[in-house]
């Protein structure tokens, strides 16, 4: 494990030169396996706790 102290945008960067340097196919697995993170975050559109599976075939606002 490596420990460095940066700043956020020192970080950022680093991390966003990391992810560009990957073959397309290997940022796809990437993005895949960062997608239950994802869930964690809140969404505009707040979900309801249902036991339904429910198709919406018309967002319409």
Same mark, same amino acid.
């Given at each position: +494990? @490596?420990?460095?102290?940066?700043?956020? !945008? /020192?970080a &950022?960067?680093m /991390? !966003?030169?990391?992810?560009?340097?990957?073959? #397309?196919? @290997?940022?796809?697995?990437?993005?895949?396996? /960062? +997608? #239950?993170?994802?869930?964690?975050? #809140?969404?505009k559109?707040p979900?309801?706790? @249902? !036991? &339904?599976f429910?198709?919406?075939? &018309?967002? @319409?606002?």
């Amino acid at each position: +494990m @490596e420990i460095s102290y940066t700043t956020k !945008e /020192e970080a &950022n960067r680093m /991390e !966003e030169k990391r992810f560009l340097a990957l073959k #397309p196919s @290997e940022r796809l697995i990437e993005f895949l396996n /960062e +997608m #239950p993170y994802f869930a964690q975050f #809140p969404s505009k559109k707040p979900q309801e706790k @249902e !036991e &339904n599976f429910i198709v919406i075939l &018309n967002d @319409e606002k």
